[in-house]
Structures are given as C-alpha cells and as structure tokens.
C-alpha cells in the first residue's frame, strides 16, 4: 500500500569548487515532521544537467558539476516539485541549505477520494492538511493525551473533564475508535470523571487519522466517526522511554527480534491522580495500562499479537452531621488479538483478525442529602469474540477493488439495582416519567455478520471515484442493513483537490448498551444516517501572511430512527448521573446537523507556525413534536493554535478556542398542590419487573421549560503547552509544562439544585475546573 505525501526537509552540503575544477554536490534528503529519510527522490542539477536519486537513507552525491552557481531541482512522488536557487559557489562551506517540500493534495497514482478525514501524528500523512507528530505533540493536552487535543480540531466537540468527543452535535458513542485495527468497545479511564482520559498511552502511537464523515464501505456499525490509531513500528535498535508526570507515571520499550524479522514492544502506565489526591487529604481515583506487541515476519506473512489490559479504581465515603455518600467503584478492560497480513501474489493483500475482548463493571453507591436519598449496584460484564478478513486488489495503478466480511457475538450480563427517594419531584413534559426503582438481571446476546465491497477507479482528466456497498445483520433486533457509499475526487491542477462523498451509515444497539440505567428491557432498532460532504483543498501560491494550506467543507446529515436515551439536562458531571433529579429520558423521532468548516495553515517563518479553524453548524432533534437544539449545539466555533520555536531547545504552544454557549432548560420550582398528587406518590411508575413503586410525597416539584430552549454563555479557553529538550549521549531528555485555563476563566457548564428549608430549590451555577497545570519529564534512551 502507498502512503500519502508529507513535508519534508532537503539538506544540503555544498563546497565551493576551485575555479579549474569540477564541483561535487552531496546532501540529504529527510522529512521536515521527524528527521526520517526519504528514499527515491529524483535530484536534478540546472535544466538538464547530471541528476541522481536519494539511497534508503535519504543521500544522494551529484559529481562532475561544472564551476559557478547552479540551480537544483528536486521531485518525489506525492509532492511538489521544489527549484532551489543559487546552489553552488555562493554556499559557504559546511553550512547547510535547508529546503522545505510542500505535500501534493494526492498521490502520484490515487487520489485521497475520502472527504472530512484528518491525519494526525503521521510521518507521511494522507492530506495536505494533516498535522505532524511533532505539531500534535506540541498541542496543549492535559495529562499527554493524545484524545483530548482532538477536540481542537473542526466538528469534533468535547468538554474541559473529558477526552471522550463527540463528532457534529452526536452523541458520543457514534464514533467507533479502533488500534491497529481492533474495535475498542471502551476506550476510556476514569468512568466516574466523565472518560477523563483515553485506554491508550499517546507515546505508544505512530499515527491517528478522524473521519468525520462519509467514509467507506469497511467502515460500519458507528455513524458519526472513525478514529483509527496506530501503533509505532516495533523493529528497530532497543529503545526506552520513562515518563514521570503530575497525572501518570509510565515506562515504554521497543526492540527487534528473530535477526530483525520481528520486534517487541511494552508500554505500561501508573495514573497517579490517587497519588496526588491522598498528598492534599482527598480521594481520588486511580488507574493502570498495560499495551503490548509482538510482530514477526515469515514466508507465510507477517504474524502480530498485542494485548491490552487496564483498570481503574475509585472509593469515596464523605459522612456530615446531616448528609453522607459513598462510593466504590471497579472497572477492568482486556483486548487481545491476533493479525496476519499475507501478499497473495503481486497485487493482492489478505488481511486477517481474531480477537477476544473483555470488559467489567462493578459500581456501589449510597447516600442520603438534601436532593433525596439512593441506592445503587450496578455489575456488568461484556465479552466479545470476532473473526473478520478483508482482501484488498490492486490489477493496476487505475484500479483497486476490496472485499471483507466480520463475525462478531456479543455476550452481556447484567445485574443491576437502584433505587430513589427525591426530594422534591421533576416535570418535563416532552419525556416520559421516570421510575424510581430500576431491577434488571439477565444476558443480552446478540450475533453481528458485517459484509463490504468497494471498488476504486481512476478515469478521465484528474477524476477519482471509489463505490462501495455494506451489508449488516444483527439479529439480537433482526435488522438487515444496507449500506451504499459513493466518494468522487477531481484534480485542479497540481495545488488543488475538490471531494464529494455520500452514503447511509446504520449504527445498532449493541447489547452492552442497553440503558437499564435509565429503564431500558429491550434493544431499539438501528439507526440510520444520511451522509452528504462536499470538500475543497488547496495549496495556494504566495498567500499572505505565511498561508500554506487551505482547505473548506461542507457537510448535510440527516437521522432516522433515533433511539431513545437519558440525559442530564442541568448538571455537567455527576459520579451517578442515573440517580440525578434532572435526569429524563428523551425520546427522539428524527435529527439533523448540517455546518461549513474551514481550516487554515500556515508558517510566517521557520520558527512560527499557525493554524485556525473555524465552523457554523446546526444540530437539532425532533422531540415531542417540537424541534429543539441537541445537547452540543454550537452555532459558531473557533480555534486557533500558534506554534513557536523559541530556540533550538525551546518550543512553545497556545491554543484558544471560542464557541457559542451549549443549549440549556429553563425550570421553574413550584409548590405541590395535595389534592392533585396522584393515588402512587412520588414519581411513580414501573420498574423493569413490571411493579409499581411509591415514595414519600415531595412538597416541592420542578418544571422544564421548553427543551434547550435557552444558552448558556458565549465560551472561550486558553491553553498552553512549553517544553524544553536536552540531548544526551543515548537519546534525550524533555521537560514539558502544560496548562490548561490559562488565564483560569472557569466558564459556566451548568446548574445543580440547591434545597434550602427557606428559599426552597434553587439553582446554583456551576463551573468547569479553571486552571489545571500538569508537568512531566520525558527521558528517552
């Protein structure tokens, strides 16, 4: 398979030749994003003159060159063709002529044809608006997660706990995330804190690209987003990292075996927020990873196993004269799967998964205050088996077409109580009420048969086109689904692109994701999304202030079919978002997000770097009867990160976003009337067994106001990141400082109830955290 263009920079020697005799010309020729060497590319002196091709190592040597200066001109597939000027005797000895390539918006023999995809962390990215290992290193992420810098990027929303995001206005669980082809089911520590940060270390990663839309045939199950990352190469010389932060304590390492036909890697990580929690007399939670990765090449193919485990713990007890709460939670996830890719020929590649995943809950908690008195046990334990093959042939470079199919069985149990007694009762009229004792006990099991087909053309002057057709069986709700895709890419020259993609995308329930939290028995049949994205891309010539990359999208989906879920409509985060009073369960008939993206790049020197994008965008739901925003909503965002080389060492980076306020409910506290409580008191209602529940009859009630029908206000964030490398003998030594909230604005996201025996229920704003700094010292050797 070819990878895609990239930046790169040519290194130059030049020696000023005595005037008798003939010059010779060597140098080097490496990427720009990570020093790598780039090998085929065509170096040509003047017009006509001697040319030659750069080695495995990027060198290339130009003999017998004739005395003065020269031009050089230098080619390589997937970029553009770059002239350097003045090569020769105006080069002083033993300085370097440093040359920056700018990528093409396709490769030489295909055409990136997916619109609404962004590479991250690539050295060779797909697009010419990808962002480097070294720019996503640089980006402001709090704890060095990788996941939580994603939100800076266009359609991709999250709030300032979690690294969990959501793509155009959805909710989160349309976005599937996949590691070196695996599906991971949950892909997040820190439940209790909103997926405060993701499963896996960033360190561990060579690459990471975010399909926000229509992409292909191979892709299903999920209908916002793809985010697939990818492991680093695990060959090579024995390298090790350890990594000593304020949130996580890691070490890593790397190495080759079998004569450098295989290699091994180990990544494993200590969260350390207990750690710091029990320093100021707190609980906190705590957590731990472990990835790893065995790789050998035979005549039979290249074999990979890797396994992922990790687990997070939390316990709380907090005891007042008038109140207490506790807490206990436990949670494990394990992955392993075994790869096989195998040539079948010249033009044929068979690639084949068997995997076995499991996933469990454990979560207790009580309590009794002012909003009432719970309790809850909650245990859950998922187990998932998958076989799934993809083929993949290439007759010519016009040409591919690709077949796969996936067997997936789903095993969920579950086993789960709670029970309320409010303290006051809530009205919303365009959801149904809510019980307040919840039992369900049982397996959920269900069979998923996933069959795809795509074929990839190119014809005419410049076009591209790539159908596919997808076919989904899941009989835990006996859905049949099909699926057609269609992507189109047509050239502008050699500095532009345009893409056009559509297609349906179905997401099922799952049977882990029954909501029995919120009253769920049975599994809702699948979604349905209608994709249309129209994409632009260009490289254009002598832009003003330093602009090297432009690229403008627009986007149009439609829903069918959405499925019922619960939602906090007032409080952001809560440990037991179930058992809060403003939790209701929505009830959509259809949805819609439409929006206008543009991004923006560009360099006003070698050592400032820039980037800014912006998006209108409109998410809405159909809720009894009525129209209304979803929850993430933002009419109007923009972000803006700038990149500075404060020295050889030095790097510094800010990143500020801005966006609209996220929708909100109006309430209204009101006095119950006795003679219009009904027979049942309290909220009433059935449990999942079918039995009807009574409490003690609250004096005061709460009433929603039209769904989201208010904002909160307008919200902006500044974030910084500073580091400083040391190079050492064996590798090097980095000092990073990040910040998050810099300049510690605290904005408002959202409401919690207050009672008080004088003004009754009342709503008291709540903030996000402000300021956060997080440092850490990264030794590589």
Known sequence: MREGPEAVLIVVAGRPPPPTEDAVLTGQVVRRSDGGPVAGARVVA????????????????????????????????????RVVERVGTETPRGRPLRIELDPSPFVEDSIVVQPSRLSLLYARPESLLALDRREIEQLPHLGDDLLRAISLLPGAVANDVTAQFSVHGGRRDEVEIRLDGQELYDAFHLADYDNATSIVPARSLAGASLSTGAFPASRGDRMSGVLELETRESRGPRRFTIVLGALDLSASGSGELADGRGGWAVHARRGSLDLAADAIGQAGPGYWDVLAKVELETAAGRWRVQGLATGDDFELVDREPDSFEELSTDYTKEYLWLSHDRLVGERALVESRVSWTRTRRDRFGSGDEEKGAFVLDDRRQLDVWELAQ???????????????????????????????????????PFAPPRSLSIRFVGPVRGDHLGLWWSERRRFGDGWTAEAGLRFDRHDATGDSLWSPRLNLARRLGERSVVRAGWGLFHQSQRPYELGVEDGATELARAERSQHAVLGFETLPRRAPLGIEALRLEVYRR???????????????????????PDRVVIVPESGSAEGVELLVRGAASKSIRWWLAYSWSRSRERVAGSRSPRALDERHGLAADLALDLSHDWRLNLAWRWRTGWPTTPVEVFEI???????????????????????????LGVRFGPLRSERLPDYHRLDLRASRRWATRSGGLTFYLDVQDFTDRRNLAGFGFVVDDEEGVTLEPEAWPGIVPSLGLVWEF
Do not use: C, K
């Not at 010519?396 to 067997?407: A, C, D, H, I, P």
């Not at 095993?411 to 919303?428: G, N």
């Not at 009337?673 to 004096?699: C, H, Q």
């Open 390 to 428: 993809e083929m993949t042939y290439e007759p010519s470079s016009r040409r591919s077409s690709s077949f796969g199919w996936l067997g997936r069985r789903y095993d969920a149990r579950f086993d789960y109580r709670s029970e309320r007694d409010p303290s006051f009762v809530i009205e919303a």
């Open 46 to 81: 003047g017009e006509h003159g001697p040319e030659t091709s750069t080695d495995a190592t990027g060198r290339f040597s130009l003999t017998d060159l004739p005395a003065g200066e020269r031009r050089l001109r230098v080619e390589a597939a997937g970029f553009l063709e």
């Open 673 to 699: 009337d006795p003679s219009e409580t009904p027979d049942e008191p309290g909220e009433g209602g059935e449990d999942a067994a079918g039995e009807l529940v009574a409490t003690t009859t609250p004096a």
């Open 558 to 580: 439609a829903v069918d079919h959405p499925r019922r879920r619960g939602e906090n409509l007032l409080e952001a985060i809560n440990y037991f978002q179930e058992i809060e």
